[in-house]
């Protein structure tokens, strides 16, 4: 391997970072990030589209304000986690995967995110929310804007 | 210049050191099939159809991208061989499109050739396909990849061979998708010219749209079921 | 007494954003004994320790330092796991969360050991919340002049669990997608942008300072003859008090889930998380240990009232979900799993449904590119050896046809 190849190929390093930031600042990753990373690192538009699309944190649709990412793995499954799956559901009117009228919260299932001694468990945006109950998590979105 | 030994199915063969258990098996003439390999670009070793028995190891090896190494013991037609190789290639007839009397490529198609050879009827598996979209935009390639089987080879010779990097892997697992851009539909605008992915494709995924029903070599092979 | 704290010794009793409370602690003794010590000493008393890996597979840790060594290489990097994705295992952010300093520790000497000048930590995603103390930690570590030969960047993940697995993880240090590279080359030789690496668990790493403050000869007193030491373990489900347990390797399941977690009417327990095993109740006197059942650090206790192919459909389809897709018998067959089992609970499933299982199994264990694929159908093939009535109990009620 040449040292050429070395550089250049640290230089693509940064594109999952680039992306992460990208995500944290506005949320998702735009059509227009993805572009801008593209140039910047001299790469393609699918490269970047590829990592983009395989993490499940990062996301090229928008997004709403907060990401609640409620656990579903078998350890908060044990622990009421469909209730408390399908209480976050009413309380929010939305589906998993979809986002509230107001914008404020999207809202998806995700794999154990290990908590799994305070279960059932969720993220909201880097949070972590644990031994939740339906009075809980009226009382934990509430602290949400 | 043999300066490994290997025993493959029983017999004493040599070969330089650094090369693959799939090229030295060619060298003595030894058929394996493969889907993802090409020759002359680096491996991937994402079909898995090339494994064989190498004794001592846990698994089964994939034969393309596996060194030679002294002593080496090993079966590349044994019937586990054999019976693993039969599922590998039922799982992505599972999924794949199933329409091969229309298909374009239906006498030149690798996947069909592969499970011929082995014997494989109608897969034992429940059936998931893959449904998308023909793409038939650009006048030089047309794309079909519901027909895919994600052996990566039009990537590696659309950035290798071609240089011009319009392909990527996208997304993850089942819903991997070779994608354009951003997931886009393949058109003049991001694929200028050239078609050279087209002869790279081990199935009906990417077409000749002028060459329409001109690949046939010869009979059509039938797939038991 | 099967309790014991090496690695979790300091977690609740030092002040984890505070390095001068890790320093009352002994802290940062055992960086300057291995400082004082040639790379190669350091090596022969991890080897001698024979400390092996808490991350799954249980690889001797002294012999991985020593092969990136020895590799020749421009560069040398030593890599942190902290991706943690497997169901079930929350050890690691314990860890993280209450004794940052150790691991800092711990990645010191295996970069002085290995010579790299450049080491990793590589967070889960789900973990962002740990980011900025590990990161502060990190910063005072090298203000007290504890770092003079290696850089420690951490390097966030975003939501995959098969970055966990060696080979994906260093893709997404590069930036790529996470998957699977095929082996060999292995790490030590050609790793990170293909220069020998070292890649531990977290836990791995926090038993480095013990091992070489107290000797390898302790460390050996500790453990079974072939797993030394202890072992963290994540315990979760139907228990009354799940946790972080740090037992010595050897302990009895029973031990550990009865009478410490405080489990009861137990009817089976996964070990290792989604792609790790099953036992049934009759099992639980098994020792703990690497030459039994032990992988990652997840025990999931299951109670009578539990239905097994539930269980395994669940652990399925997190392996479906999480599988990267490069190669076919684990892209395809997971899903295909997650049919068949559905047929079992839709009651539409046949005999020959059991045998697709087992064959389908078989084949993805034997040629999967890595360990996700040959691990995966580990709970099918598990539960159809303890719990085969569960699955025949389910079959269509077969009608005789006249033809
Ligand atoms: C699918 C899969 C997931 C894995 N996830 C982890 C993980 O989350 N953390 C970890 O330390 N090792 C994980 N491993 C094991 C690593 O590949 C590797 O063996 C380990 O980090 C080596 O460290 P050790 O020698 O200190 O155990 C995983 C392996 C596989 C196959
Ligand atoms: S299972 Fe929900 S946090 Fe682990
Ligand atoms: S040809 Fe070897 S894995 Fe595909």
């Known amino acids: ?145 | ?225 | 007494m099967p309790e014991k704290r090496i690695v979790l010794k300091n977690c609740g009793v030092i002040d984890p954003r505070r390095i001068d409370t890790y320093l009352q602690q002994d802290g940062f003794k055992a960086w300057q004994k291995a400082s004082a010590m040639t790379p190669e000493q350091v090596i022969a008393e991890v080897k001698a320790s024979n400390l092996r890996g808490r991350g799954g597979a249980g690889f001797p840790c002294g012999l991985k330092w020593e092969g990136a060594r020895n590799a020749p290489g421009a560069e040398k990097f030593v890599i942190c796991n902290a991706d943690e994705g497997e169901v079930g295992t929350f050890k690691d952010r314990y860890i993280l969360q209450n004794d940052p300093f150790s691991l800092i520790e711990g990645l010191a000497i295996a970069s002085h050991a290995v010579g790299a000048r450049q080491a990793y930590i590589y967070l889960r995603g789900e973990y962002r919340f740990l980011l900025s103390q590990l990161r502060g930690a990190i910063r005072q570590a090298k203000e007290k002049g504890f770092l003079p030969h290696v850089d420690i960047e951490v390097r966030e993940g975003s939501g995959a669990y098969i970055c966990g697995e060696e080979m994906a993880l260093m893709e997404s240090i590069e930036g790529k997608r996470g998957e699977i590279r095929y082996k060999p080359p292995f790490p030590t030789t050609q790793g990170l942008w293909q220069m020998p690496t070292v890649i531990n668990n977290v836990e791995t790493l926090m038993n480095v300072a013990p091992i070489i403050l107290n000797g390898a000869a302790w460390f050996n007193q500790i453990g079974t003859e072939r797993s030394k030491g202890t072992k963290v373990l994540s315990v979760s489900g139907d228990v009354a008090k799940p946790g972080v347990y740090e037992i010595v390797l050897g302990t009895t399941l029973k031990e550990l889930i009865v009478d410490l977690a405080g489990a009861k009417n137990i009817k089976l327990v996964q070990i290792g998380g989604a792609t790790g095993r099953i036992v049934s109740a009759s099992m639980l006197d098994t020792p703990l240990a690497f030459e039994t059942m032990l992988s990652a650090g997840a025990i999931t206790v299951f109670d009578e009232t539990r239905d097994v192919i539930d269980i395994v459909h669940r652990t399925m389809e997190f392996l479906a979900e999480e599988s990267c897709g490069k190669c076919s018998p684990c892209r395809e067959g997971c899903g295909i799993i997650v049919n068949i089992l559905e047929r079992f609970i839709k009651g539409t499933a046949t005999p020959k449904d059991i045998t697709t299982l087992e064959q389908l199994s078989s084949a993805m264990m034997l040629t999967s590119l890595c360990g996700l694929g040959q691990a995966a159908p580990n709970s099918v093939v598990d539960s159809l050896k303890y719990f085969r009535s569960a699955y025949e109990e389910r079959m269509k009620k077969v009608e005789v046809v006249a033809r």
Do not use: W
């Not at chain 2, 002359?40 to 064989?52: A, E, H, I, K």
């Not at chain 2, 998931?128 to 089987?149: A, G, H, N, Q, V």
């Open chain 2, 1 to 225: 210049m043999a300066d490994i030994t290997v025993t493959m199915n029983g017999k004493q063969v040599g070969g330089p050191a650094g090369i693959t258990i799939l090229e030295l098996a060619k060298q003595n003439g030894i058929d394996i099939p493969t889907l993802c390999y090409l020759e002359g670009l680096p491996p991937t070793g994402s079909c898995r159809v090339c494994v064989v028995e190498v004794e001592g190891s846990r698994t089964l090896v994939a034969s393309c991208h596996t060194p030679i190494s002294a002593g080496m013991i090993i079966q590349t037609h044994s019937p586990k061989v054999l019976e693993a190789r039969r599922v590998i290639v039922e799982l992505l007839l599972a999924s794949h499109c199933g329409t091969c009397y229309m298909c374009e490529k239906a006498n030149i198609c690798e996947l069909r050739e592969v499970a011929v050879d082995l014997d494989v009827g109608v897969p034992r598996f429940p059936i998931r396909r893959r449904f998308y979209p023909i793409e038939d935009e650009s006048p030089y390639i047309t794309r079909d990849l519901s027909k895919c089987i994600l052996c990566r080879k039009c990537i590696r010779a659309c950035n290798e061979v071609a240089k011009k990097h319009v392909y990527a892997m996208g997304y993850r697992g089942f819903d991997s998708k070779v994608v354009v851009d951003f997931d886009e539909v393949l058109n003049k605008e991001v694929c200028r010219d050239c078609g050279i992915c087209i002869p790279y494709c081990p199935t009906g995924a990417l077409s000749n749209p002028q060459k329409s029903r001109k690949d046939k070599k010869g009979p059509p092979l039938v797939i038991k079921g």
């Open chain 1, 1 to 145: 391997m040449t040292n050429k190849t070395t550089t250049l190929s640290k230089n693509q390093k940064l594109i999952l970072t680039l992306l992460q930031e990208a995500q944290q600042k506005t949320g998702f990753i735009s059509e227009e990030a993805m572009v801008g990373i593209a140039e910047s690192l001299g790469i393609s538009r699918s490269d970047v589209y590829g990592v983009a699309t395989f993490y499940s944190f990062l996301s090229v649709q928008p997004q709403g304000r907060n990401v609640i990412r409620i656990c579903k793995s078998l350890p908060c499954h044990l622990k009421n986690g469909q209730e408390i799956i399908e209480s976050l559901e009413k309380q929010l009117g939305v589906k998993p995967g979809e986002t509230t009228p107001d914008g404020k919260f999207s809202f998806t299932l995700t794999n154990c995110i290990g908590e799994c001694d305070q279960a059932p468990a969720m993220l909201i945006n880097d949070d972590v929310h644990g031994n939740l109950t339906p009075d809980k998590i009226a009382r934990i979105l509430k602290t949400y804007k």
